[in-house]
T-cell receptor
Framework: EAGVVQSPRYKIIEKKQPVAFWCNPI?????LYWYRQNLGQGPELLIR????????DSQLPKDRFSAERLKGVDSTLKIQPAELGDSAVYLCASSAGQETQYFGPGTRLLVL | GQNIDQPTEMTATEGAIVQINCTYQ??????LFWYQQHAGEAPTFLSYNVLDGLEEKGRFSSFLSRSKGYSYLLLKELQMKDSASYLC?????????FGKGTMLLVSP
């Protein structure tokens, strides 16, 4: 069974540029999560989807971050414009309802 | 909110046993997870405890005491490949809150 797929794996951009990350969850998992992980820290939740509905986006910096999961399967997270402090690993995870979360390999973002 | 505390770093020798502790204070508790994360890789699921007691899975065991807000991950017969960060995560009403992780270095 395929795991959570993310792309790109690495991204280097200059500040003020836009960037987008894509995630395809494990087949059948209706709950999808985006996390941000800074160096030496644990993952921090940005947004949680149940099917196509964002049910928890309280930690998403809405002035520059947006996300969508239009058909309730794959999802895109966007930053526009990126700032230096956005450099981090962006992790996508999925679960069947409230069960165990399984993580993708992440996108490593470096903002110069 | 959630407050999760675990040691920053630990070292151990190949073949030994190591215990990684995690303490937490939460406003809601629906279970505690342990994840392993190798450098540059995604966290991978190790264990889940929702009731008090010990859960054993091969070389890894996890313990939970809800009344004490305490858990530990026990790794036996350490191997070099066990060098990684170990993340304690508490499930509240619907989301996971992670600790900062414990970096374990296994030496020959």
């Amino acid at each position: 069974e395929a795991g959570v797929v993310q792309s790109p794996r690495y991204k280097i951009i200059e500040k003020k540029q836009p960037v987008a990350f894509w995630c395809n969850p494990i087949s059948g998992h209706n709950t999808l999560y985006w996390y941000r992980q800074n160096l030496g820290q644990g993952p921090e939740l940005l947004i949680r989807y149940e099917n196509e509905e964002a049910v928890d986006d309280s930690q998403l910096p809405k002035d520059r971050f947006s996300a969508e999961r239009l058909k309730g399967v794959d999802s895109t997270l966007k930053i526009q414009p990126a700032e230096l402090g956005d450099s981090a690993v962006y992790l996508c995870a999925s679960s069947a309802g409230q069960e165990t979360q399984y993580f993708g390999p992440g996108t490593r973002l470096l903002v110069l | 909110g959630q407050n999760i505390d675990q040691p920053t770093e630990m070292t151990a020798t190949e073949g030994a046993i190591v215990q990684i502790n995690c303490t937490y204070q939460t406003s809601g508790f629906n279970g505690l997870f342990w994840y392993q994360q190798h450098a540059g890789e995604a966290p991978t699921f190790l264990s889940y405890n929702v009731l008090d007691g010990l859960e054993e899975k091969g070389r890894f065991s996890s313990f939970l005491s809800r009344s004490k807000g305490y858990s530990y991950l026990l790794l036996k017969e350490l191997q070099m490949k066990d060098s990684a960060s170990y993340l304690c995560a508490v499930k509240g009403y619907s989301t996971l809150t992670f600790g900062k992780g414990t970096m374990l270095l296994v030496s020959p």
